[in-house]
């Protein structure tokens, strides 16, 4: 574990040791690197496009925020070589979602030599159901959630998939086929992922039913089963 600081806020007081955005960790290879952390706040996995109206008159913006940081970054950005996009959780999402942007704004030779991409635990499924009756599915989490936001995520996954179908979009192994130079992206994921588990009614703690481990099994296999059906070239998968 490693304690870390921040100019602009409170780090937590320890980090779980995996983390490669881990700013001070010695094992870390980008540790001496310049990093830019960005603060989850929008509630939206970086996608949202709506004003604050009705009966809740909460704003989505989260759709800027990349935008807005590249503008703010360019001068730092002039003379970079290597750029490496990351985010955890919503923040992997989040990375799927704006790939397509920051590739354009940064790949292909445009400003940097080298530009990678790592969506940390943010390759999400909806193709399988919740273990408990009583948890809300993925899908209809993603549903409702884009409706919420006005929701934008990968247009041309979005074009594919039509109107009713534009929220799988949010999910890594519907929305990756669609993504420029996947070759640049290596996946992050744990087969049976905390969140998943939790959402789907299933302790984060062993000892586990006969039933909770045939279904964590089935989760596994259908991670595993997406990275092979998408060709996913580099993976880390535990």
Same mark, same amino acid.
């Given at each position: 574990?490693?304690g ?10 320890s980090v ?10 010695p094992?870390?290879? @980008? ?10 706040? #929008? %509630? =939206?996995?970086? @996608? !949202?496009? &709506?004003?604050?109206?009705?009966? *809740?008159?909460? %704003?989505?913006y ?10 703010? *970054? ?7 070589? =290597?750029?490496?996009?990351?985010g955890? %959780? ?8 704006n ?6 704004v940064?790949?292909?030779?445009? +400003?940097?030599? +080298?530009? +990678?991409?790592v ?12 273990? @408990?009756? $009583?948890s809300?599915p993925?899908?209809?989490?993603l549903? =409702? ?6 929701g ?11 109107e $009713? ?5 949010? %999910?890594g ?9 996947p070759?640049?992206?290596?996946? &992050? ?6 969140w #998943? &588990? ?5 302790? *984060? $703690?062993?000892?586990?039913k ?11 296999a ?5 990275f092979q059906? =998408? $060709?996913?070239?580099?993976? !880390?998968?535990w």
């Open positions: 574990m490693w870390c600081k921040s100019y602009f806020f409170p780090w937590p007081t779980a040791l995996r983390h490669i955005i881990l700013p001070c960790n094992f870390n290879g @980008s540790h001496a690197r310049g990093q830019v952390i960005v603060i989850y706040c #929008t %509630s =939206d996995l970086y @996608s !949202g496009q &709506l004003a604050a109206t009705g009966l *809740l008159n909460f %704003s989505f989260g759709q800027n925020v990349v935008p807005a940081l590249l503008q703010d *970054l360019e001068a730092d950005l002039a003379n970079a070589t =290597d750029v490496l996009f990351t955890g %959780s919503a923040g992997g999402i989040g990375v799927l979602v790939w397509p942007l920051v590739h354009k940064l790949g292909a030779g445009a +400003r940097v030599q +080298r530009l +990678r991409a969506p940390d635990a943010g390759w999400f499924l909806t193709t399988m159901k919740p273990y @408990s009756p $009583k809300v993925v899908t209809t989490q549903q =409702d959630g884009m409706a919420l936001w006005n934008q995520p990968n247009p041309t996954c979005r074009a594919a998939m039509g $009713k179908g534009a929220y799988q979009c949010y %999910s192994p519907i929305t990756y086929p669609f993504l420029p130079a070759a640049d992206m290596m996946v &992050l994921k744990a087969q049976t992922d905390a #998943t &588990l939790g959402n789907d009614g299933i302790s *984060l $703690k062993p000892p586990y006969a039933a909770e481990l045939t279904w964590l099994i089935e989760l596994a259908e991670v595993r089963a997406t059906l =998408d $060709k996913v070239g580099l993976v !880390g998968a």
